[in-house]
């Protein structure tokens, strides 16, 4: 801070006392609420101070304006919107006769024809809007702020700060794999990786015209009606092995292309084509393979809560209970985690009776990753086998915002919302906000 700002605040901070000290009585019975007046006199005190500053770079502009001979034919009162609420601000139209020109150097300096709004507003309304409902933020936003902000505008900026933020994030990863590519043989990187990813199913909905209810009473426009469908929205995770801080991506698209996204930021996180990347996942169709199409040098760990849960459940299929259920799938996983993988296939081959497809279907599984389950070993070597990391993201990175109740998403909106969340768990929010600002 630069040491005339200081000199000014504790000028401004003597006034402040004395004036308090002087109108508010019984004050040593209420000091533990007088942060709340100081917070109110602040806010009073940056509304002046800010619509002082905008005052003199309207006037400032205007004048450059009129330079080359624009002539003031009008001027209306606009609003700015800042975090201390909003002001009022002369724009005056300017034109020139000769050249046909106009201009309205207000709003041109303010941004009022795109925004109307200080970046620093826009970025605290998207940190209220991605982490509850727009009606919630907006309720907060006046409980910490001092004024209202209706739900609209709300959704309005987090929405935009969503679209510009996948467009961001892509660009970052891109960068970080262009820049693998040009150094592959001569970076280091880091011994071993840790990737993990799973899914959730997020609620959205389309709406379609519905001829057959007629039109809207009040506007006579055709009723629609919304078809809803639960759609997979993926997560990744990954970390150096020694390091507890993870890099996330994600979004409602295939294996491939979160896996894709998955690797780009392993790049950017200390991978190189000699890193050994331990994968853990569960069985989902398709999805060992395709990260194991990922990355250079991969293994692959089945997750082995899902197998313990296929396990039981083919035991109940068989119509074991209690303790012969348990007992019968702790015998199955010890022989499993010792190894001895072509043993327990051979003894579920041989299985007839009921709940014989299901033990059909558990063999199948169990072979498909007989080479992802040597749990003693994987242990022995401090590996983990289990994906709960990324299953604990899932709660509080899309599951949070995107599954609250009675959210309904439209699709196209589901990856732009699930972009700006991812920003703020990777830890670049500010980054994020930095000049040049986004351009939404």
């Not at 001027?75 to 139209?93: C, D, E, K, N, T």
């Not at 690797?263 to 990260?291: H, K, P, Q, W, Y």
């Not at 022989?335 to 001895?340: A, S, V």
């Amino acid at each position: 801070m630069r040491e005339s700002y200081v000199d000014a605040i504790a000028d401004a901070s003597d006034i402040l006392v004395q004036t308090i000290l002087a109108d508010e009585e019984g004050l040593c019975g209420r000091i533990r609420l007088s942060d709340s007046l100081i917070r109110d006199l602040l806010r009073e005190v940056g509304r002046l101070v800010f619509a002082a500053l905008v005052l003199h770079v309207v006037e400032q502009v205007t004048a450059d304006a009129k330079d080359p001979g624009m002539t003031p034919y009008r001027s209306r009162v606009i609003r700015y919107y800042s975090l201390f609420g909003p002001i009022q601000v002369a724009s005056p139209y300017l034109y020139n006769r000769q050249t046909r020109q106009s201009a309205r150097p207000a709003q041109d300096v303010l941004g009022i024809r795109d925004r109307g709004r200080t970046i620093t507003l826009d970025r605290v309304l998207s940190d209220f809007g991605i982490e509850e409902s727009y009606g919630q933020a907006a309720k907060r936003f006046e409980e910490h702020y001092g004024w209202s902000v209706d739900r609209g505008l709300v959704r309005r900026v987090t929405q935009a700060a969503a679209v510009e933020a996948q467009e961001w994030e892509e660009a970052r990863l891109t960068a970080e794999e262009t820049a693998f590519s040009e150094s592959l043989d001569t970076r280091p990187g880091v011994d071993q990786m840790l990737a993990e990813m799973d899914g959730c199913e997020i609620r959205t909905g389309t709406l379609s015209p519905a001829p057959e209810v007629g039109n809207t009473d009040t506007r006579n426009l055709p009723r629609r009606q919304r078809e809803e469908r639960w759609r997979d929205v993926r997560i990744g995770m990954i970390r150096p092995l020694d390091q507890g801080e993870a890099t996330y991506v994600g979004g409602m698209d295939s294996y491939e292309k979160v896996g894709r996204r998955l690797f780009r930021a392993g790049v950017s996180v200390g991978l190189s084509s000699r890193t050994e990347t331990i994968c853990i996942a569960d069985g989902a169709n398709g999805l060992m393979e395709e990260l194991m199409a990922q990355f250079p040098n991969v293994m692959f760990i089945l997750d082995r809560p899902h197998l313990v849960k296929h396990v039981y459940e083919t035991a109940e299929a068989m119509g074991l209970v209690d303790e012969t259920r348990t007992h019968w799938a702790k015998h199955l996983m010890e022989r499993i985690d010792r190894g001895e993988v072509d043993h327990v296939i051979r003894e579920m081959r041989e299985y007839r009776g009921l709940g014989h497809d299901r033990a059909r279907q558990l063999t199948g599984y169990i072979r498909r990753f007989r080479d992802c389950v040597d749990y003693d070993a994987y242990q022995a070597r401090g590996l983990p086998i289990g994906s709960g990391e990324v299953e604990s993201a899932h709660r509080w990175i899309p599951q949070k915002r995107l599954k609250i109740a009675g959210a309904c998403w439209a699709p196209d909106s589901i990856n732009p919302m699930l972009a700006l969340r991812l920003i703020r768990a990777n830890d670049c929010w500010e980054e994020f906000w930095q000049w040049p600002a986004p351009s939404f």
